[in-house]
């Protein structure tokens, strides 16, 4: 079953709210050292499975949360990517994190246009950030392809107020601009 809210999809992905099954991938991105590094870091199958049903609840909360990124060609769980806001976060967000096997394949950035083209489109978002650690350079390099700018230093609320982290984003106005320019 999964958590209520609509389905994207991209040439290779599909997007689709937080469900049941994803578990196993969940615990995956959770277990590797270098997928986890940014995202809170490893976490046993108990923490993971709370942190999996803080992603459905948001979908059932705010109507928003990260999708589960699936392989249109295999239907295999490859990460979590999309809208995220919870509380005292400083600002909307779309951000990703993906198996490790998957990266330079060009899912990160497949995957965040598309949650970006709903959170503006959708949830009239105005306004969308990444918050990405200073020495994350595959995620700044991911913020890049998708035109978002750096903003200097950010600040996460508790427990994290003491992770580093710098705000990358952009305005709807400039990401329909660059949108319209690329399609053109």
Known sequence: M??????????????????????????????????????GGLQPRSVVWR???????????????????????TGRWVGRVGPWQPEGWPGTEVGWALL????????ATEAAT???DWAFDSLGWTDI???????????QQVARRLGSTPR?????PAPM???????WGQGREAWRARRASSNG
């Open 152 to 156: 200097g230093p950010g600040r996460l």
């Open 100 to 107: 490790r096997e998957t990266w330079g394949k060009g899912y």
């Open 161 to 167: 107020e003491n992770v580093s982290v710098e705000l």
């Open 2 to 39: 999964n958590a209520p809210g609509p389905t994207l999809e991209t040439a290779r992905l599909i997007l689709r709210p937080t469900a049941r099954e994803d578990f196993e991938g969940f615990v995956a991105l959770m277990a590797d050292p270098e997928s986890a590094r940014h995202i």
């Open 129 to 139: 950030i990444h918050s990405i650690a200073p020495d994350n350079v595959g995620s």
């Open 51 to 73: 942190s999996m049903c803080v992603m459905a609840g948001g979908w059932a909360l705010h109507g928003f949360s990260m999708f589960s990124v699936l392989e249109r060609s």
């Open 114 to 116: 598309a949650a970006m």
